[in-house]
């Protein structure tokens, strides 16, 4: 099979407060895909489903065709970073190797110790005494050393420098020179997805909204800017959502060339990640313009 997890009628609730829903979804081998969507959204919950930590929910969930409820070593195979998760702060990154080794058959002792040189790390510092985004290297270093097909990051570059968050982006890179190797990566920095995933999922109010390649999305979606005058001329069914600032209207269109060709007098500007984000999700639709 070439698929790394595949997802069938998944609902999972909290009371009457939300629900996750994901009717189908399929992660191809080889891939990295993003995760997106606000605070609140459901990236969490779905991870936690992945993972067996949510293990009360409807449907199916499969990772490498098997059922993830089932006995097998998905512990081998799967690398986790989550974004509240971390080791006792009396430990060493000596002694994480030490544990590490006796959890995973794949622990490799000599590659952990080439990402603590390769991060700056020393072995025999008390993790209490690690800087937020050292602490953050530490995890990922862990998670990369047992040698996972699956990667599945929550937050992985957060509290990180631009020039650390480089590093570790160009790290993920190469474990994905493996054909094997898939990597599921949620993160609120949408611009390190714009440099490395392959695909998008957007989520919003636990649902599903958007799920294509990010240069589908990069090169198909745009923003319209016009005047209060001009907003009016615009036809309803071209317009997703909108934003009124102070001295202009932001609309999210789609089939960015065709609208150019519409609407030749107006600028059309590519749009980013995160303008896709706060457009769907903060911008008034069509159906409530008058």
């Known amino acids: 099979m070439n698929n790394a997890i595949e997802i069938k009628d998944l609902i999972k609730k909290y009371d009457d407060k939300f629900t996750l829903k994901v009717p189908k979804l399929t992660i191809?081998?080889?891939?990295?895909?993003?995760?997106i969507g606000e605070n609140g959204a459901g990236k969490t919950t779905l991870i936690k489903c992945l993972l067996g930590?949510?293990?009360?929910?409807?449907?199916?969930?499969?990772?490498?065709?098997?059922?993830?409820?089932?006995e097998y070593l998905a512990k081998e195979d799967i690398g986790v970073v989550l974004d509240n998760m971390f080791f006792p702060d009396i430990l060493k990154p000596k002694d994480i190797s030490i544990i590490m080794h006796d959890i995973y058959k794949t622990w490799d002792k000599n590659l952990f110790y080439n990402y603590l040189q390769k991060f700056n790390i020393s072995p025999q510092t008390q993790i209490k005494k690690l800087s937020t985004g050292t602490k953050k290297k530490l995890e990922i270093a862990t998670a990369l050393s047992h040698k996972p097909k699956l990667l599945i990051l929550d937050e992985p570059t957060s509290g990180l420098d631009p020039v650390v968050r480089r590093e570790i982006l160009d790290l993920f890179l190469e474990y994905m020179q493996n054909p094997e190797n898939t990597i599921l990566l949620s993160t609120h920095i949408t611009t390190d997805l714009e440099h490395i995933a392959d695909y998008i999922i957007f989520i919003n109010k636990?649902?599903?909204?958007?799920?294509?390649?990010?240069d589908e999305i990069l090169d198909n979606y745009g923003i319209l800017k016009c005047g209060e005058q001009e907003f009016n001329t615009i036809a309803k069914e071209d317009i997703i959502s909108y934003q009124k600032n102070r001295y202009d209207y932001q609309i999210l269109v789609k089939d960015k060339k065709n609208m150019q060709k519409k609407y030749k007098n107006f600028i059309i500007d590519n749009i980013t990640l995160e303008d896709l984000m706060v457009l769907k999700i903060k911008g008034a639709n069509n159906e409530r313009i008058n």
């Open 53 to 70: 930590i949510i293990n009360k929910y409807e449907g199916q969930i499969k990772i490498f065709s098997k059922e993830e409820k089932e």
């Open 206 to 214: 636990g649902n599903i909204i958007l799920n294509a390649t990010r």
């Open 28 to 35: 191809t081998k080889g891939t990295i895909v993003g995760l």
